[in-house]
Protein backbone atom coordinates (compact mmCIF):
# COMPACT_ATOMS: atom_id res chain seq x y z
CA UNK A 1 0.00 0.00 0.00
CA UNK A 2 1.40 3.91 -1.30
CA UNK A 3 2.40 5.95 1.80
CA UNK A 4 0.19 9.15 3.09
CA UNK A 5 2.95 11.13 1.68
CA UNK A 6 2.60 9.24 -1.88
CA UNK A 7 -1.03 9.59 -1.99
CA UNK A 8 -1.15 12.65 -1.25
CA UNK A 9 1.50 13.91 -4.07
CA UNK A 10 -0.73 12.03 -6.48
CA UNK A 11 -3.87 13.74 -5.89
CA UNK A 12 -2.55 16.87 -6.51
CA UNK A 13 -0.80 15.80 -9.54
CA UNK A 14 -3.87 14.43 -10.94
CA UNK A 15 -5.58 17.78 -9.45
CA UNK A 16 -3.35 19.96 -11.80
CA UNK A 17 -3.84 17.81 -14.80
CA UNK A 18 -7.80 18.36 -14.44
CA UNK A 19 -7.07 22.21 -14.14
CA UNK A 20 -5.37 21.51 -17.62
CA UNK A 21 -7.85 19.87 -19.33
CA UNK A 22 -10.57 22.04 -18.09
CA UNK A 23 -8.59 25.07 -19.10
CA UNK A 24 -8.18 23.67 -22.56
CA UNK A 25 -12.03 22.41 -22.60
CA UNK A 26 -13.12 25.82 -22.17
CA UNK A 27 -10.72 27.33 -24.63
CA UNK A 28 -12.35 24.48 -27.16
CA UNK A 29 -15.59 25.80 -26.58
CA UNK A 30 -15.02 29.49 -26.83
CA UNK A 31 -12.81 28.37 -30.43
CA UNK A 32 -15.29 26.08 -31.66
CA UNK A 33 -18.01 29.21 -31.93
CA UNK A 34 -15.91 30.74 -33.57
CA UNK A 35 -15.25 28.68 -35.77
CA UNK A 36 -18.96 27.19 -36.38
CA UNK A 37 -19.42 31.10 -37.28
CA UNK A 38 -16.55 31.56 -40.09
CA UNK A 39 -17.99 28.26 -41.24
CA UNK A 40 -21.44 29.78 -41.37
CA UNK A 41 -20.10 33.10 -42.85
CA UNK A 42 -18.76 30.89 -45.61
CA UNK A 43 -21.89 29.20 -46.61
CA UNK A 44 -23.50 32.22 -48.95
CA UNK A 45 -20.20 32.25 -51.37
CA UNK A 46 -20.42 28.36 -51.60
CA UNK A 47 -23.88 27.80 -52.51
CA UNK A 48 -24.15 30.85 -55.10
CA UNK A 49 -21.02 29.82 -56.74
CA UNK A 50 -22.82 25.94 -56.85
CA UNK A 51 -25.92 27.43 -58.29
CA UNK A 52 -23.79 29.14 -60.86
CA UNK A 53 -21.59 26.58 -61.79
CA UNK A 54 -24.70 23.82 -61.97
CA UNK A 55 -26.19 26.24 -64.83
CA UNK A 56 -23.37 27.37 -66.61
CA UNK A 57 -22.28 23.23 -66.32
CA UNK A 58 -24.99 21.92 -67.81
CA UNK A 59 -24.63 24.39 -70.75
CA UNK A 60 -21.11 23.82 -71.30
CA UNK A 61 -20.44 19.85 -72.03
CA UNK A 62 -19.42 17.56 -74.60
CA UNK A 63 -15.70 18.53 -76.43
CA UNK A 64 -15.30 22.13 -75.81
CA UNK A 65 -15.83 20.89 -71.83
CA UNK A 66 -12.67 22.57 -69.61
CA UNK A 67 -10.51 19.69 -68.61
CA UNK A 68 -10.81 20.44 -65.09
CA UNK A 69 -14.60 19.35 -65.82
CA UNK A 70 -14.16 16.69 -68.00
CA UNK A 71 -11.55 15.03 -66.94
CA UNK A 72 -7.84 13.58 -68.52
CA UNK A 73 -9.96 10.79 -69.92
CA UNK A 74 -8.05 8.35 -67.89
CA UNK A 75 -8.36 8.00 -64.03
CA UNK A 76 -4.84 6.00 -63.38
CA UNK A 77 -3.50 7.93 -61.18
CA UNK A 78 -5.46 9.50 -58.09
CA UNK A 79 -4.34 12.19 -55.24
CA UNK A 80 -5.62 11.93 -51.67
CA UNK A 81 -5.84 15.49 -50.45
CA UNK A 82 -5.87 14.73 -46.85
CA UNK A 83 -6.75 17.29 -44.23
CA UNK A 84 -5.63 17.20 -41.05
CA UNK A 85 -5.43 19.32 -37.67
CA UNK A 86 -2.04 20.83 -36.76
CA UNK A 87 -2.39 20.18 -33.53
CA UNK A 88 -3.25 17.16 -31.10
CA UNK A 89 -5.53 16.60 -28.09
CA UNK A 90 -8.28 16.71 -29.98
CA UNK A 91 -9.63 12.89 -29.06
CA UNK A 92 -10.00 10.36 -32.54
CA UNK A 93 -10.30 12.94 -34.53
CA UNK A 94 -6.93 12.81 -36.57
CA UNK A 95 -7.01 8.65 -36.87
CA UNK A 96 -10.65 8.42 -37.90
CA UNK A 97 -9.23 10.87 -41.23
CA UNK A 98 -6.24 8.72 -41.47
CA UNK A 99 -8.50 5.78 -41.35
CA UNK A 100 -10.83 7.34 -44.11
CA UNK A 101 -8.17 7.87 -46.18
CA UNK A 102 -6.17 4.48 -45.80
CA UNK A 103 -9.76 2.71 -46.88
CA UNK A 104 -10.13 4.98 -50.19
CA UNK A 105 -6.35 4.32 -50.42
CA UNK A 106 -6.43 0.64 -50.15
CA UNK A 107 -9.65 0.33 -52.52
CA UNK A 108 -8.19 2.50 -55.38
CA UNK A 109 -4.96 0.09 -55.00
CA UNK A 110 -6.78 -2.89 -55.01
CA UNK A 111 -8.34 -1.60 -58.30
CA UNK A 112 -4.81 -1.54 -59.31
CA UNK A 113 -4.96 2.75 -59.32
CA UNK A 114 -1.70 4.25 -58.28
CA UNK A 115 -2.68 6.36 -55.35
CA UNK A 116 -0.58 9.92 -54.07
CA UNK A 117 -1.13 11.63 -51.10
CA UNK A 118 -1.08 15.32 -50.75
CA UNK A 119 -1.28 15.93 -46.61
CA UNK A 120 -2.70 18.98 -45.36
CA UNK A 121 -1.78 19.72 -41.33
CA UNK A 122 0.96 17.98 -39.43
CA UNK A 123 -0.97 15.12 -37.44
CA UNK A 124 -1.60 12.67 -40.28
CA UNK A 125 1.58 12.96 -41.55
CA UNK A 126 3.18 10.19 -39.03
CA UNK A 127 0.43 7.31 -39.40
CA UNK A 128 -0.17 7.66 -43.22
CA UNK A 129 3.36 7.75 -43.55
CA UNK A 130 3.88 4.46 -41.46
CA UNK A 131 1.31 2.47 -43.75
CA UNK A 132 2.32 4.22 -47.08
CA UNK A 133 5.82 4.85 -47.41
CA UNK A 134 5.98 5.53 -50.50
CA UNK A 135 3.24 7.17 -51.65
CA UNK A 136 3.38 10.85 -49.51
CA UNK A 137 3.42 13.35 -52.01
CA UNK A 138 3.75 17.21 -51.10
CA UNK A 139 2.87 18.48 -47.50
CA UNK A 140 1.46 21.49 -47.15
CA UNK A 141 2.38 23.03 -43.83
CA UNK A 142 -0.77 24.98 -42.06
CA UNK A 143 0.98 25.53 -38.44
CA UNK A 144 2.66 28.70 -38.82
CA UNK A 145 -1.20 30.06 -38.97
CA UNK A 146 -3.49 30.73 -36.72
CA UNK A 147 -6.89 30.10 -38.40
CA UNK A 148 -6.10 28.48 -41.84
CA UNK A 149 -8.34 30.90 -43.87
CA UNK A 150 -9.06 31.69 -47.94
CA UNK A 151 -4.98 32.37 -48.43
CA UNK A 152 -4.39 28.87 -47.91
CA UNK A 153 -7.13 27.32 -49.56
CA UNK A 154 -5.82 29.15 -52.77
CA UNK A 155 -2.49 28.08 -52.29
CA UNK A 156 -3.31 24.43 -51.52
CA UNK A 157 -5.72 24.59 -54.67
CA UNK A 158 -3.49 26.17 -56.92
CA UNK A 159 -0.80 23.53 -56.35
CA UNK A 160 -3.35 20.74 -57.17
CA UNK A 161 -4.69 22.86 -60.11
CA UNK A 162 -0.51 23.03 -60.91
CA UNK A 163 -0.41 18.99 -60.59
CA UNK A 164 -3.40 18.20 -63.09
CA UNK A 165 -2.40 20.42 -65.29
CA UNK A 166 1.34 19.13 -65.43
CA UNK A 167 -0.13 15.80 -65.47
CA UNK A 168 0.73 14.47 -62.51
CA UNK A 169 -2.68 12.91 -61.57
CA UNK A 170 -6.06 12.27 -62.75
CA UNK A 171 -8.51 12.26 -60.07
CA UNK A 172 -8.32 13.97 -57.03
CA UNK A 173 -10.09 13.20 -53.64
CA UNK A 174 -10.22 15.80 -51.11
CA UNK A 175 -10.22 13.75 -47.43
CA UNK A 176 -11.73 15.86 -44.55
CA UNK A 177 -13.99 15.30 -41.76
CA UNK A 178 -17.90 17.07 -41.49
CA UNK A 179 -18.74 18.56 -38.37
CA UNK A 180 -21.76 17.41 -37.53
CA UNK A 181 -21.72 18.19 -33.80
CA UNK A 182 -19.20 18.33 -30.53
CA UNK A 183 -19.69 14.82 -30.38
CA UNK A 184 -19.89 13.55 -34.39
CA UNK A 185 -17.58 14.21 -36.89
CA UNK A 186 -18.11 12.48 -40.57
CA UNK A 187 -14.92 11.55 -42.00
CA UNK A 188 -15.80 12.07 -45.82
CA UNK A 189 -14.06 11.38 -49.25
CA UNK A 190 -15.22 13.52 -51.89
CA UNK A 191 -13.79 14.18 -55.44
CA UNK A 192 -12.54 17.70 -56.48
CA UNK A 193 -10.86 17.13 -59.79
CA UNK A 194 -12.23 16.89 -62.29
CA UNK A 195 -15.27 18.72 -61.30
CA UNK A 196 -18.33 16.54 -60.42
CA UNK A 197 -21.19 17.33 -62.56
CA UNK A 198 -23.62 19.17 -60.21
CA UNK A 199 -26.43 17.32 -58.52
CA UNK A 200 -28.60 19.70 -59.04
CA UNK A 201 -28.29 20.81 -62.55
CA UNK A 202 -30.75 22.61 -64.18
CA UNK A 203 -32.02 24.93 -61.42
CA UNK A 204 -29.60 27.04 -60.75
CA UNK A 205 -29.99 30.69 -59.32
CA UNK A 206 -30.13 32.28 -62.69
CA UNK A 207 -33.57 33.23 -64.00
CA UNK A 208 -35.48 30.37 -65.34
CA UNK A 209 -35.87 30.10 -69.11
CA UNK A 210 -35.19 33.59 -69.06
CA UNK A 211 -32.21 34.26 -72.11
CA UNK A 212 -29.20 34.47 -69.90
CA UNK A 213 -25.96 36.76 -71.73
CA UNK A 214 -22.79 35.94 -70.96
CA UNK A 215 -19.64 38.01 -71.31
CA UNK A 216 -17.57 36.49 -72.21
CA UNK A 217 -18.55 33.28 -73.70
CA UNK A 218 -20.00 30.20 -71.15
CA UNK A 219 -16.46 28.20 -71.78
CA UNK A 220 -14.52 30.90 -70.36
CA UNK A 221 -16.88 31.91 -67.85
CA UNK A 222 -16.49 27.92 -66.96
CA UNK A 223 -13.11 28.13 -67.09
CA UNK A 224 -12.59 30.83 -64.81
CA UNK A 225 -14.60 29.53 -62.48
CA UNK A 226 -13.33 25.85 -61.84
CA UNK A 227 -10.32 26.83 -60.34
CA UNK A 228 -12.54 29.04 -58.10
CA UNK A 229 -14.54 25.78 -57.13
CA UNK A 230 -12.18 24.20 -56.05
CA UNK A 231 -10.54 26.83 -53.62
CA UNK A 232 -14.07 26.84 -52.26
CA UNK A 233 -14.19 23.00 -51.91
CA UNK A 234 -10.73 23.67 -50.10
CA UNK A 235 -11.41 26.70 -47.95
CA UNK A 236 -14.82 24.36 -47.28
CA UNK A 237 -12.43 21.73 -45.64
CA UNK A 238 -10.28 23.96 -44.07
CA UNK A 239 -13.43 25.50 -42.12
CA UNK A 240 -15.23 21.75 -41.18
CA UNK A 241 -11.84 20.58 -40.10
CA UNK A 242 -11.09 23.95 -37.87
CA UNK A 243 -14.86 23.39 -36.61
CA UNK A 244 -14.02 19.70 -36.20
CA UNK A 245 -10.88 19.55 -34.14
CA UNK A 246 -12.44 22.41 -31.44
CA UNK A 247 -15.63 20.19 -31.56
CA UNK A 248 -13.34 16.79 -31.16
CA UNK A 249 -11.12 18.88 -28.17
CA UNK A 250 -14.20 20.12 -26.11
CA UNK A 251 -15.44 16.71 -25.88
CA UNK A 252 -12.50 14.85 -24.75
CA UNK A 253 -11.51 17.28 -22.84
CA UNK A 254 -14.27 16.86 -21.34
CA UNK A 255 -14.43 13.20 -20.93
CA UNK A 256 -10.71 13.58 -19.65
CA UNK A 257 -11.84 15.94 -16.72
CA UNK A 258 -14.29 13.69 -15.78
CA UNK A 259 -11.59 11.04 -15.16
CA UNK A 260 -9.34 12.91 -13.56
CA UNK A 261 -12.18 13.77 -11.17
CA UNK A 262 -13.20 10.11 -10.43
CA UNK A 263 -9.93 9.36 -9.75
CA UNK A 264 -9.76 12.26 -7.43
CA UNK A 265 -12.45 11.13 -5.54
CA UNK A 266 -10.91 7.79 -5.72
CA UNK A 267 -7.27 8.43 -4.23
CA UNK A 268 -8.53 10.54 -1.66
CA UNK A 269 -11.00 7.52 -0.17
CA UNK A 270 -7.88 5.28 -0.17
CA UNK A 271 -5.94 8.76 0.95
CA UNK A 272 -8.58 8.77 4.06
CA UNK A 273 -8.92 5.10 4.84
CA UNK A 274 -5.11 4.89 5.30
CA UNK A 275 -4.52 7.75 7.22
CA UNK A 276 -7.39 6.35 9.48
CA UNK A 277 -5.65 3.25 9.37
CA UNK A 278 -2.79 4.59 10.85
CA UNK A 279 -4.38 6.70 13.82
CA UNK A 280 -6.40 3.26 14.64
CA UNK A 281 -2.26 1.51 15.05
CA UNK A 282 -1.27 4.07 16.45
CA UNK A 283 -4.12 4.27 19.19
CA UNK A 284 -3.88 0.57 19.94
CA UNK A 285 -0.13 0.91 20.60
CA UNK A 286 -0.60 3.35 23.09
CA UNK A 287 -3.40 1.60 24.55
CA UNK A 288 -1.27 -1.66 24.67
CA UNK A 289 1.12 0.54 26.54
CA UNK A 290 -0.51 1.98 29.24
CA UNK A 291 -2.10 -1.49 29.93
CA UNK A 292 1.25 -3.24 30.09
CA UNK A 293 2.33 -0.66 33.13
CA UNK B 1 -36.71 51.89 -58.07
CA UNK B 2 -34.10 49.90 -55.69
CA UNK B 3 -31.45 47.13 -56.85
CA UNK B 4 -31.04 44.03 -54.47
CA UNK B 5 -27.04 44.88 -54.15
CA UNK B 6 -24.82 41.45 -52.82
CA UNK B 7 -21.07 41.32 -52.51
CA UNK B 8 -19.99 38.19 -51.36
CA UNK B 9 -16.66 36.86 -50.44
CA UNK B 10 -15.81 33.60 -49.41
CA UNK B 11 -14.84 35.11 -45.63
CA UNK B 12 -18.36 36.41 -46.03
CA UNK B 13 -20.99 38.27 -46.81
CA UNK B 14 -19.56 41.70 -47.16
CA UNK B 15 -22.89 44.27 -48.64
CA UNK B 16 -26.40 43.14 -49.12
CA UNK B 17 -28.75 46.41 -49.61
CA UNK B 18 -30.65 48.03 -52.20
CA UNK B 19 -29.14 50.93 -53.95
CA UNK B 20 -29.77 52.67 -57.06
CA UNK B 21 -27.15 51.62 -59.46
CA UNK B 22 -23.62 49.54 -59.34
CA UNK B 23 -20.96 49.66 -62.20
CA UNK B 24 -18.89 46.64 -62.40
CA UNK B 25 -15.73 46.17 -63.90
CA UNK B 26 -16.46 43.31 -66.24
CA UNK B 27 -13.81 41.51 -68.14
CA UNK B 28 -14.66 42.98 -71.39
CA UNK B 29 -15.51 46.64 -70.00
CA UNK B 30 -17.20 48.17 -67.30
CA UNK B 31 -20.93 48.03 -66.84
CA UNK B 32 -23.64 50.16 -64.95
CA UNK B 33 -26.57 47.84 -63.34
CA UNK B 34 -29.87 49.54 -62.70
CA UNK B 35 -32.71 47.75 -61.21
CA UNK B 36 -34.44 45.75 -64.44
CA UNK B 37 -31.32 44.79 -65.83
CA UNK B 38 -31.22 41.75 -67.97
CA UNK B 39 -30.45 38.46 -67.15
CA UNK B 40 -26.50 38.88 -67.08
CA UNK B 41 -22.99 37.07 -66.27
CA UNK B 42 -19.83 38.42 -67.00
CA UNK B 43 -16.47 37.92 -65.21
CA UNK B 44 -14.30 40.42 -63.49
CA UNK B 45 -11.11 42.38 -63.26
CA UNK B 46 -9.45 43.22 -60.39
CA UNK B 47 -10.99 46.71 -60.20
CA UNK B 48 -12.98 49.05 -58.27
CA UNK B 49 -17.20 48.33 -57.98
CA UNK B 50 -18.38 51.52 -58.08
CA UNK B 51 -21.52 52.21 -55.25
CA UNK B 52 -24.15 54.60 -55.86
CA UNK B 53 -26.87 54.55 -53.08
CA UNK B 54 -29.18 57.01 -54.61
CA UNK B 55 -29.13 58.70 -58.28
CA UNK B 56 -27.00 62.07 -57.44
CA UNK B 57 -24.93 60.33 -54.70
CA UNK B 58 -20.85 60.47 -54.83
CA UNK B 59 -20.01 56.54 -56.06
CA UNK B 60 -18.82 54.60 -53.25
CA UNK B 61 -15.72 52.53 -54.03
CA UNK B 62 -15.10 49.26 -53.22
CA UNK B 63 -12.19 47.49 -54.44
CA UNK B 64 -12.32 43.66 -55.73
CA UNK B 65 -10.23 40.80 -56.99
CA UNK B 66 -11.04 37.78 -58.62
CA UNK B 67 -14.41 37.27 -59.29
CA UNK B 68 -17.71 37.20 -61.36
CA UNK B 69 -20.81 39.09 -61.50
CA UNK B 70 -24.57 37.72 -62.19
CA UNK B 71 -27.39 39.76 -62.70
CA UNK B 72 -30.84 37.76 -62.30
CA UNK B 73 -34.05 38.65 -61.29
CA UNK B 74 -32.97 38.77 -57.95
CA UNK B 75 -30.49 41.94 -57.87
CA UNK B 76 -27.03 42.11 -58.87
CA UNK B 77 -24.68 39.66 -56.83
CA UNK B 78 -21.27 39.94 -56.92
CA UNK B 79 -18.58 37.17 -56.01
CA UNK B 80 -15.30 38.11 -55.32
CA UNK B 81 -12.04 36.22 -53.79
CA UNK B 82 -11.06 39.37 -52.15
CA UNK B 83 -12.30 42.77 -51.14
CA UNK B 84 -10.84 45.82 -49.19
CA UNK B 85 -12.84 48.95 -48.60
Do not use: W
Request: glycine share 8%; net charge negative.
Amino acid sequence: MASLKELKGRITSVKSTQKITKAKQMVAAAKLRKAQARAEAARPYAERLAAVMASLATKVSGDNAPRLLAGTGSNQRHLLVVVNTDKGLCGGLNSIIVRAASAKARELTAEGKDVEFYLVGRKGRAPLKRNFPNDIGTQFDTSQVRDPGFEEAEQIANEVIGMFENGRFDVAHLVYPIFQSALVQDPTVQQIVPVPAPANAGEGSVNSGAVVEYEPSEEEILEELLPRFIKTQVFGALLEIAASEQGASMTAMDNATRNAGDLIDKLTIQYNRSRQAAITTELIEIIAGAEAL
Amino acid sequence: MALRFELVTPAKLVRSEDVHMVVVPGAEGEFGVLEGHAPFMSTIRDGAVQVYKTAGSAPEEIMIQGGFAEVGDSGLTVLAEHVSE
